[in-house]
């Protein structure tokens, strides 16, 4: 009699046990929370960059955008805020040219608005220029990156219609709810009744950031005439564009107030 043998696998077979390792139990349901703090940050001419320049793995501009988004991760790896945290407290993430944050504790939110006024001055002198929204609201989560609620439409509102700059707007909740913090000084400014983190900010002394000591991170030095550099070239490329030329005029009357401001301390 001759052995038995299995027979071949077929390709049914191989979708149905992928199935069964992809299959998401139904136990695991979101989890709802009233009150998060959203942070939605989104790159100024990401499309636009792709677009025009046909983009590749090869192109300078992919090693620029790999660099900046690392330093977002390797920043935010290394706060002693987000050390041991669980998705219930905070989490931080990117999708696309998105970068995001979210939790329901205002201390940990004023933490990650430190983090992130470093973070926007050494991609600016990159050459990447973000806006963004942060927004107070409910939240329903599944695992750390699966969620939705209002405080993500908020966020993504405030960053897609209301932020005509490269700033980062924060909703009347958000500001009410931190105001109270003994926040470092103008690390919120405000125009017009709308809220925005002070692109400058973190040079101020009494906002500091705490890393873990057992991190081998080292934080990238600023370089000014980068940023300043940057400014005046995007101030030139759109100049023939009311849109976007506004953006930039409007960046380096913030830089030159920043500027200012030092002359006057010394």
């Known amino acids: 009699m001759a052995a038995y043998k299995n027979p071949d696998p077929s390709v049914d077979d191989e979708i149905k046990e992928n199935n069964e390792e992809n299959k998401i139990s139904s136990e695991d349901d979101y989890s709802y929370r009233e009150d998060v703090y959203f942070a939605f940050i989104d790159v100024l001419g990401f499309k636009k960059t792709f677009d025009d320049h046909k983009i590749n793995e090869k192109h300078d501009d992919v090693g620029k955008f790999r660099?900046?988004?690392?330093?977002?991760?390797?920043l935010m790896n290394s706060a002693k805020f987000m050390i041991g945290q669980s998705r219930t407290k905070c989490y931080a993430g990117q999708t696309s040219d998105s970068l995001y944050f979210y939790t329901p504790r205002s201390d940990m939110l004023i933490e990650f608005i430190k983090v992130f006024l470093h973070f926007n001055l050494y991609a600016m002198s990159q050459g990447v220029f973000f806006r963004g929204g942060i927004a107070k609201g409910?939240?329903?989560i599944r695992e750390s990156y699966q969620f939705y609620g209002e405080s993500v439409i908020f966020a993504y509102l405030l960053e897609s219609s209301i932020a005509k700059y490269p700033v980062t707007i924060i909703d009347e909740n958000t500001y009410q709810a931190i105001k109270d913090f003994n926040l470092p000084n103008?690390?919120?400014?405000?125009?017009s009744g709308?809220?925005?983190?002070?692109?400058?900010?973190?040079?101020?002394?009494?906002v500091k950031m705490a890393f873990d000591e057992d991190s081998y991170f080292e934080m990238k030095e600023i370089n000014y005439e980068f940023i300043l550099d940057n400014i005046k070239k995007n101030k030139i490329l759109f100049e023939y564009d009311v849109k976007n030329y506004e953006?930039?005029?409007?960046?380096l009357k913030e830089y030159e107030e920043y500027m200012n401001s030092l002359n006057k301390d010394e």
């Open 67 to 74: 660099d900046v988004f690392n330093y977002y991760f390797e």
């Open 138 to 140: 409910n939240l329903f």
């Open 186 to 191: 103008d690390l919120v400014k405000n125009q």
């Open 194 to 206: 709308r809220y925005y983190l002070n692109i400058f900010a973190f040079e101020k002394e009494d």
């Open 247 to 251: 953006k930039y005029t409007f960046l």
